[in-house]
């Protein structure tokens, strides 16, 4: 097997790795980096639970290979808070409680993420165009609607601001 | 090398087309080529040594030349979705299928020239590259080559490439005036992410509903997509009504050669045949007045 060595921006910091190149960069985040808030669902692209934001597209890492990264900057639900402040998109999930149990939830809101960031103004027909990709098996999708709706709104009022 | 596994053992990010055609002729059979990944990654096929990341290529672009469209391909499906160069004319037809595949997110990653090139019977685009008469640029050792696209599927995921070259371009010629296009989809459940039970795409150039052209291609009915010849012969230099229009569906799922498999039965998709065919026609005879 032959290793390459990447350098990734995860997060807003670089870090240089040696992967194999059949790694996912599912695998490299969970597994090498510790970063377990990306979730494994379906491991075939049907579920978004491993959703991640690669230069600021919505993209599954379980279908990305972690050598094809290489120099490009992946955000990950753990970049979204800014020290103990939660991004506004988590603050809105908790408000509306629009979890159940939970392990869809990072890959939804990485998905809003990067919708909100082209769209500031989605539609409720855009936001739930956008969780099309995002199972979730408690079929609790209502609720995310109306959180990601909620910090459109915030987000608005503080680049106004 | 444990056997059944997918362990690719190289990867390479080839700068240009020589070096990606010269690494595939080495590598014959053992070589894989990568794009979005969302086919190869799902699938994992073992016995890959060496994967080609087709990402340096400069293939991710759509361009008018003249009054035709080119597009690269490694173009993700979503910039084709959103592309105001599919948003009018016969041109809709294409955005129609790409927005009708998979996710959202899955769209942000996979290609045309992927979907392509994967080969499935049951693929979206190639049967909207179909009937706008699309041709595909092949790059191979010996230089470049054009086929039509209709002649670029030869059976279930196998092409017309040999294993030195890649496919590097889709170019859709432009369509006279009058001309309306249209692609329809039906899964088991109208959800965004399953394959086609059966799925459509239609063309007619029509003046006075007079149908000087017509195209169907049909998807999901044979080992690959395929064009409904007879109903073509059928629609072509004749007065449009509803009658036609029923007699060239029935025509079509004639020439539809369905498998039962998980999606549905042979029986179930030849009668959708007729049904999409059908409403497809209807819906690009009302796109050919503008």
Redesign the interface.
């Known amino acids: ?2 290793k ?1 060595d990447i350098s990734i921006c995860v997060n807003g910091k670089w870090y240089e790795l040696a992967v ?3 790694e ?1 960069l599912l695998d490299v985040l969970r597994n090498r980096m510790g970063l377990t808030g990306t979730k494994s669902g379906c491991a ?3 579920c ?1 639970a491993c ?1 991640v934001n690669i230069d600021g ?4 890492s ?4 972690a ?2 990264v290489d120099g490009k900057e992946i955000l990950t639900i753990e970049g979204l808070p800014k020290g103990a402040e939660l991004h506004p998109l988590q603050e809105a999930f908790v408000k509306r409680a629009a979890v159940q149990c939970g392990y869809c939830t990072p890959g939804m809101i990485m ?1 809003a993420k990067a919708l909100l960031d082209h769209n500031s103004n989605p539609s409720e027909k855009e936001v739930r ?2 969780l ?2 995002n199972l979730c098996r408690c079929t609790g999708y209502e609720r995310p609607v109306k959180a990601i709706l909620d910090a459109a709104t915030i987000m608005r009022g503080k680049d106004e601001r | 090398m444990k056997e059944g596994f ?6 390479h990010r080839p700068n240009n087309l020589q070096e990606a055609t010269w690494l595939l002729s080495s590598f014959g059979k053992r070589a894989k080529l ?1 794009a ?3 086919d190869l ?2 699938n994992k096929p073992p016995k890959v040594e060496c ?1 080609i ?1 087709v ?1 340096s290529l400069d293939l991710n672009y759509i361009r008018k030349d003249g009054d035709g469209i080119r597009i690269g391909a490694a173009t993700t499906l979503d910039l084709i979705e959103r592309s105001p160069m599919f948003s009018a004319g016969p041109y809709v037809v294409l955005s129609e299928a790409a927005s009708n595949m ?5 769209r ?2 996979a290609t045309i020239g992927g979907n392509i090139c994967n080969a499935s019977p049951a693929a979206d685009l190639p049967l909207a590259l179909m009937v706008l008469d699309s041709t595909v640029k092949i790059y191979g050792l010996g230089g470049s080559r054009v086929l039509p696209i209709g002649e670029f599927f030869e059976d279930v995921n196998k092409t017309a490439l040999d294993e030195d070259e890649l496919l590097v371009e889709v170019y859709i010629p432009p369509s006279p005036a009058g001309t309306g296009a249209s692609f329809l989809k039906l899964r088991r459940h109208q ?3 399953d394959l086609a039970v059966v799925n459509v795409a239609a063309k007619l150039t029509c003046s006075d509903n007079f149908c000087e052209d017509a195209r169907i291609a049909l998807g999901a009915v044979a080992k690959r997509p395929i064009y409904a010849e007879k109903a073509k012969s059928l629609l072509t230099g004749k007065r449009l009504d509803g009658k036609l229009i029923q007699d060239a569906a029935k025509v079509a799922s004639q020439e539809a050669k369905p498998i039962d498999d998980i999606r549905g039965s042979a029986q179930y998709r030849r009668r959708m045949v007729a049904v999409l065919v059908k409403r497809a026609l209807e819906l690009s005879i009302t796109r050919c007045e503008t």
């Open positions: 097997m032959t390459r194999e190149p059949y996912t075939k692209g049907e978004g959703t597209k919505a993209i599954l379980c279908l990305t290979l050598v094809q998905n165009k956008t099309s990709s | 997918f362990r690719p053992r190289e990867y990568i979005g990944g969302t990654l799902v994967l990341d990402e998979a996710t959202p997110t899955v942000n990653m959800t965004a992410i």
